[in-house]
Every structure is written in C-alpha cells, then in structure tokens.
C-alpha cells in the first residue's frame, strides 16, 4: 500500500471489520468510521494487534454531515491526507413494499444513498481541491444490480449508490480520481441479523472474500481502473 492512509466507513460491521483486519496486517494507517464508539475503540485497538501502528477512530454517523466534516478533518489533521475512501456502511430492511413504512424506507434511504453522498462529495472535494488524485469505493452490492422481491425500499437506495457513484465520476474526469463500484451479493455478516428475511448464510461469501476484493483493486498498476467488481457466491448467480 506504500503507506497510503484509507479511510472506512461501517467499520465495525462485516466488510468493514473484515477490510480492516485485510489491511492491517499489511501495516497500512487506517481511518475507521462507524456509529458505536465502544466497538470502534476495540476494533482499533485489534487494528493495531494484526499489525497497523497507526489507527484513527472517529465515531461517526454518516448521514450527518457535520460529523462527516469532522472525520475528514481529524484525518487530515493526523495523517496529512485520505488516499482511499470505503463507504461500507450501510443498512437493509428487507419487506413487500405495501409493509414497508415511511420511517424504513427513510432510514435506508438517508444510510446506504445519503451516507454514501456526504462522504464521497467530502472526498472528492478535497481530493480535487488538494491534489487531484484518490480511490473512492461504493458498494451497490448486487441488489444495486438487479432487482430482488421484498427488497423495494432497498434496491432503491442501492440503485441510488450506482447511479451517483457514475454521474459522479464523470464530473470528476479531469481530477486523476479512480472510482470502484462493488457489486457484492449473498455476505455473511451481521447486516442479515436484523435485514427481516431467513437466508441461508451458510452457502454465502464471507467477509474476508469481498475484503481481499478490494484489496486487490487497491493493487491494481496504473493506469489500470477496477470500474466494478461482481462477486457472488455459485447459489446467487444472476445470469
């Protein structure tokens, strides 16, 4: 990573944690982001067991847009610049669209659509303003793909991610900015805990499978781009 700092956010759920245990065994300085101070703390701190000497946690709510402003700049101020963003959090409630309610379809809105918006319209900005470089990643996930039953208030907002993460792109053409969107489907974290639908997490990725993912898009030489990445596992294929 030749000491490039990275920041992510939902660092405490699955691909977050998962990512930072990735890149801390490299020795790489991390920013992790997430809403649960005392879990970030002690992620932190394993953070610097698996082998990363510099660590910066900042509990942070994403669809807050002071607090995102503050990230940024506590980032700055340790480690003089952001190189890589990961906007890994977010949020499913998974239902038919006449029980989804109002304040459901909000939350997931303002999560997965808006978090991802503040965070990445912060990073650029600075990126364009300092030195017209950076990695930006949004995850999609395959339900920003393709469409899935009980999943209308979700896919909305996932869609949402794709097609901001694009337009957004093209206006920032000029500035050397690479972007990555994630189209990961069927991860066996704790988002399906609480998502309202029994799923078999036995036969889905893991987290560590979509943390070597991006860390292998991390790696790619210039003037390679890893626009997108699909990964699934064999029983949610898509065809």
């Known amino acids: 990573m030749n000491g490039k700092v990275v920041l992510i956010t939902g660092a405490t759920g699955g691909i977050g944690t998962a990512l930072a245990q990735r890149l801390a065994e490299s020795g790489t300085p991390l920013v992790?982001?997430?809403?649960?101070?005392?879990?970030?703390?002690?992620?932190?701190?394993?953070?610097?067991?698996?082998?990363?000497?510099?660590?910066?946690?900042v509990p942070t709510d994403v669809t807050n847009r002071l607090q995102v402003e503050s990230l940024f700049e506590r980032s700055y101020r340790q480690f003089g610049t952001v190189d890589v963003v990961v906007n890994a959090a977010g949020l499913g409630i998974l239902k038919a669209v006449h029980q989804l309610t109002?304040?459901?379809?909000?939350?997931?809105?303002?999560?997965?659509?808006?978090?991802?918006?503040?965070?990445?319209?912060?990073?650029?900005?600075?990126?364009?303003?300092?030195?017209?470089?950076?990695?930006?990643?949004?995850?999609?996930?395959?339900?920003?793909?393709?469409?899935?039953?009980?999943?209308?208030?979700?896919?909305?907002?996932?869609?949402?991610?794709?097609?901001?993460?694009?337009?957004?792109?093209?206006?920032?053409?000029r500035f050397a900015i690479k972007f990555t969107l994630l189209y990961f489907g069927g991860i066996d974290s704790p988002f399906w805990e609480?998502?309202?639908?029994?799923?078999?997490?036995?036969?889905?990725?893991?987290?560590?499978?979509?943390?070597?993912?991006?860390?292998?898009?991390?790696?790619?030489?210039?003037?390679?781009?890893?626009?997108?990445?699909v990964l699934q596992p064999d029983s949610h294929l898509f065809y």
């Open 32 to 57: 992790l982001a997430a809403r649960q101070g005392e879990v970030l703390e002690r992620l932190a701190a394993q953070c610097h067991q698996w082998g990363s000497t510099e660590v910066l946690a």
């Open 102 to 173: 109002e304040a459901e379809f909000d939350q997931m809105i303002n999560v997965n659509l808006k978090g991802t918006f503040l965070v990445s319209q912060q990073a650029v900005t600075r990126w364009m303003d300092t030195k017209a470089s950076g990695h930006l990643f949004n995850i999609p996930g395959i339900l920003g793909q393709h469409p899935m039953g009980n999943a209308s208030g979700y896919c909305a907002a996932k869609f949402g991610v794709a097609g901001f993460t694009k337009a957004m792109a093209l206006d920032c053409k």
């Open 194 to 229: 609480n998502a309202g639908m029994k799923v078999q997490r036995d036969k889905m990725l893991k987290p560590q499978q979509a943390a070597d993912a991006i860390y292998f898009a991390l790696q790619v030489p210039a003037p390679g781009v890893p626009t997108e990445i």
